[in-house]
């Protein structure tokens, strides 16, 4: 199907793109990427009467690496992230995490902010953006705030952002040294939705867990950590009990059923995946940390 | 600005390089890209299967790299490049009348039956072999998992994708 008619705006500025959301109001809409946002509107699910296209804003395309976080414009496609060598050395969650999201076609248009934008549960980056305790920059005629990611996301689909707001950028944080970080999802099929996906981390000091944690996609209605330290920490990488945190995975998470798995089914995905991923986190921590060692 | 003389719809001009050529045509902000190709400027080689991402069939390439055209409107095309399936022989430099290498690949190889899909196959894997010039079947596979086809089961598809990478190879592209 076709999209109903809306009016076009294509600001040059994130000036003119929050003059023209205030003035609209509930009727306009950010288009970024378009990958989630032109389907919905292609199934006339939504007719916004305005689309305020940010494509031609400049300097919203940066990636920029800084000693407490990878911070990206509202432009930078998933592809571009996903590619940043400096980002994947600040923050691996980020690549680990990117690969999963949809296709490399799909990754080359659709934005990792417009993604977390988006709040979609079943989507990756508001999981990996909650994890590293992330920061969104939000711009309307108002002014400016920053709005930290445990408070961003209200329910499926639905953020804080207010309707005349931009999302401008987002930070996603980094951890500290021996810190490992690893995810998985499962899905039918390559590049699709994940029935159940988690991203873990896990520190590691002097060969001993110190913390852990996850958080996951399609299975909880907005994306929270859950701290995994009660069952890991003191334990060694080899040694620790990584049954008894995919227990508390289990016992955490809150899946819905639809076509394609059962609220069971997804449930035990879960722990499944955190079985097998918390040690390879762990295991990357210990690298992280000689890795570290052996630079200084 | 115009309007369409029948809805009052305002129309846009936009002008897009399509496979080496500039192109005009005034449309409606919401024309698709892939409409705007196929009935705007007559281009029916990119082909519309799902209208939302899913199939693949409507991918061309935007400034070199593949993306979907049912997922973008024409008037953000505005200024960038576009290369259709129309465009991928002399894009590879192939003789006029000459096939692509990815195209002859696909013939070589049987990788098609009914031909829907295969515009959005031959544009995803030029761009796909231009980052990875000798993939593994394996490799292939993971390349084209974005597009779906009805027909060949896919196994043909593959073959197609590593015998294109001989053919560049070959061919010294
Ligand atoms: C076939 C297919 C498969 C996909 N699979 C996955 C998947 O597995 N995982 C996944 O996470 N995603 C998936 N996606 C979606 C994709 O990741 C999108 O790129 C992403 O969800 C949205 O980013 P966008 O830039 O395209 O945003 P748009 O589609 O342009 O916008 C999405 C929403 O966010 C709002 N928005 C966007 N940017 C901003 C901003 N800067 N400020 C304020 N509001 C904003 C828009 O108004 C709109 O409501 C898939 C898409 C397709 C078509
Ligand atoms: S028509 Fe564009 S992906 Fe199916
Ligand atoms: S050849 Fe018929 S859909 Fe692929």
């Known amino acids: ?296 | 600005m115009t309007t369409h003389p029948a809805t009052g719809e305002a129309l846009h001009t936009v002008s897009v390089v399509v496979n080496g050529g500039l192109r005009t045509a005034q449309v409606p902000a919401r024309r698709l890209l892939s409409d705007f190709l196929r009935h705007d400027l007559g281009l029916t080689g990119t082909h519309v299967g799902c209208e939302h991402g899913v199939c693949g069939a409507c991918t061309v390439l935007v400034d070199g790299a593949p993306m979907r055209s049912c997922l973008m409107f024409a008037v953000s095309a505005e200024g960038h490049e576009i290369t259709t399936v129309e465009g991928l022989a002399a894009r590879s430099g192939a003789a006029e009348g000459d096939l692509g290498p990815v195209q002859q690949a696909f013939i070589d190889s049987h990788g098609l039956q009914c031909g829907f899909c295969t515009p959005g196959f031959l544009t995803t894997v030029t761009a796909y072999l231009e980052s990875n010039p000798d993939p593994t079947p394996d490799e292939a596979r993971e390349a084209i998992s974005g597009n779906l086809c009805r027909c060949t089961g896919y196994q043909n598809i593959v073959t197609a994708v590593c015998r294109a990478a001989e053919l560049i190879e070959e061919r010294g592209i």
Do not use: W
């Open chain 1, 1 to 296: 199907m076709k999209p109903s008619p809306f009016e076009y705006h294509a600001p040059r500025s994130i000036d003119a793109a929050v003059a023209v959301l205030a003035e609209v109001g509930h009727d306009g809409k950010v288009l970024a990427g378009g990958q989630s946002l032109i389907p919905i509107l292609n199934m006339r699910l939504a007719s916004p009467a305005h689309l305020v296209d940010i494509n031609r804003v400049s300097g919203l395309d940066t990636v920029e690496v800084t000693a407490e976080h990878v911070r990206i414009g509202a432009l930078v496609r998933h592809a571009q992230l996903e590619h940043h060598d400096g980002a994947y050395a600040a923050q691996p969650l980020l690549r680990q995490a990117l690969l999963n999201v949809a296709h490399p076609v799909i990754r080359n248009r659709g934005t990792t902010v417009g993604s977390i934008a988006h709040a979609d549960p079943s989507g990756e980056m508001p999981s990996v953006l909650v994890l590293t305790a992330g920061v969104v920059e939000a711009t309307s005629v108002r002014g400016t705030r920053e709005i930290p990611a445990a408070e961003f996301f209200l329910g499926p689909l639905e953020s804080c952002l207010a309707e005349d707001e931009v999302a401008t950028a987002v930070r996603f944080g980094r951890f500290s040294p021996g810190t490992g970080t690893a995810f998985q999802e499962i899905a039918r099929r390559h590049g699709d939705y994940a029935l159940a996906g988690m991203a873990a981390v896990v520190t590691v000091r002097d060969g001993v867990i110190t913390e852990a944690g996850a958080s996951f996609v399609s299975l909880t209605a907005t994306p929270d950590i859950l701290d995994l330290s009660a069952a890991l920490a003191g334990a060694t990488p080899e040694d620790a009990d990584y049954a008894a945190a995919a227990a508390l995975v289990r016992d955490h998470v809150d899946p819905d059923a639809d076509i394609h798995a059962s609220a069971e089914y997804r449930r035990m995905l879960a722990g499944a995946i955190a079985e097998r991923l918390l040690p390879v986190a762990a295991r990357r921590g210990i690298r992280q940390r000689s890795e570290q060692e052996a630079t200084a």
